[in-house]
Protein backbone atom coordinates (compact mmCIF):
# COMPACT_ATOMS: atom_id res chain seq x y z
CA UNK A 1 0.00 0.00 0.00
CA UNK A 2 1.33 3.51 -0.65
CA UNK A 3 2.21 5.85 2.20
CA UNK A 4 -0.19 8.98 2.12
CA UNK A 5 0.56 11.77 3.48
CA UNK A 6 -1.78 13.26 5.63
CA UNK A 7 -3.38 16.69 4.41
CA UNK A 8 -2.94 17.65 8.51
CA UNK A 9 0.83 17.05 7.76
CA UNK A 10 0.58 19.45 4.37
CA UNK A 11 -0.78 21.52 6.67
CA UNK A 12 1.91 22.01 8.89
CA UNK A 13 4.48 22.51 5.92
CA UNK A 14 1.99 25.78 5.00
CA UNK A 15 1.39 27.35 8.16
CA UNK A 16 3.68 30.34 6.50
CA UNK A 17 4.25 31.28 3.30
CA UNK A 18 7.04 32.38 0.95
CA UNK A 19 4.80 35.08 -0.56
CA UNK A 20 1.78 37.17 -0.18
CA UNK A 21 -1.21 38.07 -2.06
CA UNK A 22 -3.99 40.81 -0.64
CA UNK A 23 -6.50 42.35 -1.21
CA UNK A 24 -6.00 46.13 -2.68
CA UNK A 25 -9.22 47.28 -1.24
CA UNK A 26 -10.00 45.67 2.22
CA UNK A 27 -6.37 44.19 3.19
CA UNK A 28 -7.45 40.92 3.06
CA UNK A 29 -4.27 38.82 2.87
CA UNK A 30 -2.90 35.25 2.23
CA UNK A 31 0.87 33.83 2.37
CA UNK A 32 1.66 31.28 -0.20
CA UNK A 33 4.68 28.93 -0.95
CA UNK A 34 6.94 28.71 -4.05
CA UNK A 35 4.83 27.03 -6.30
CA UNK A 36 1.53 27.88 -4.38
CA UNK A 37 0.65 30.79 -6.62
CA UNK A 38 -1.92 28.59 -8.67
CA UNK A 39 -4.07 27.77 -5.58
CA UNK A 40 -4.57 31.26 -4.29
CA UNK A 41 -7.82 32.49 -4.70
CA UNK A 42 -8.05 35.16 -7.52
CA UNK A 43 -10.77 37.07 -5.64
CA UNK A 44 -10.92 38.61 -1.88
CA UNK A 45 -13.15 36.04 -0.09
CA UNK A 46 -14.07 38.99 1.72
CA UNK A 47 -14.85 41.05 -0.69
CA UNK A 48 -14.26 39.85 -3.86
CA UNK A 49 -11.97 42.23 -5.20
CA UNK A 50 -9.29 40.97 -7.26
CA UNK A 51 -6.38 39.82 -5.36
CA UNK A 52 -3.02 41.03 -6.20
CA UNK A 53 -0.12 39.04 -5.91
CA UNK A 54 2.27 40.01 -8.27
CA UNK A 55 3.61 44.03 -9.24
CA UNK A 56 0.87 45.40 -11.31
CA UNK A 57 4.36 47.16 -13.01
CA UNK A 58 7.17 44.58 -13.17
CA UNK A 59 5.51 41.23 -12.22
CA UNK A 60 7.96 40.80 -8.75
CA UNK A 61 6.15 38.72 -5.90
CA UNK A 62 5.04 40.89 -3.24
CA UNK A 63 7.02 39.41 0.28
CA UNK A 64 5.25 41.48 2.71
CA UNK A 65 1.48 42.14 3.87
CA UNK A 66 2.30 45.29 4.95
CA UNK A 67 3.96 46.23 1.38
CA UNK A 68 2.80 49.56 0.01
CA UNK A 69 5.03 49.53 -2.92
CA UNK A 70 6.92 47.16 -4.90
CA UNK A 71 10.12 46.48 -3.44
CA UNK A 72 11.42 46.32 -7.02
CA UNK A 73 10.51 49.01 -8.61
CA UNK A 74 8.76 51.37 -6.31
CA UNK A 75 5.25 50.89 -7.86
CA UNK A 76 2.07 51.91 -5.56
CA UNK A 77 0.17 48.28 -4.72
CA UNK A 78 -2.29 49.92 -3.17
CA UNK A 79 -3.81 53.23 -1.96
CA UNK A 80 -1.93 54.00 1.67
CA UNK A 81 -4.65 55.91 3.34
CA UNK A 82 -7.09 53.50 2.38
CA UNK A 83 -6.61 51.30 5.65
CA UNK A 84 -6.84 54.68 7.92
CA UNK A 85 -3.29 54.94 8.37
CA UNK A 86 -1.53 57.32 6.22
CA UNK A 87 1.41 56.31 5.08
CA UNK A 88 4.04 59.16 4.50
CA UNK A 89 5.72 58.88 1.38
CA UNK A 90 9.17 60.58 1.00
CA UNK A 91 8.09 63.68 -0.95
CA UNK A 92 8.84 66.41 1.62
CA UNK A 93 9.63 69.64 0.03
ZN1 LIG B 1 -11.16 42.40 0.07
ZN1 LIG C 1 7.35 46.44 -9.28
Redesign the pocket.
Known amino acids: MPRKRTWLQEERRKTLGDWVAFCPACGHAQRYFEGGEAALPSACPACATAYLSR??????RIPSVFSVE??????ALREPTRFGVPIRRASRR
Not at 55 to 60: I, L
Not at 70 to 75: I, S
Open positions: CPACDACEECGA
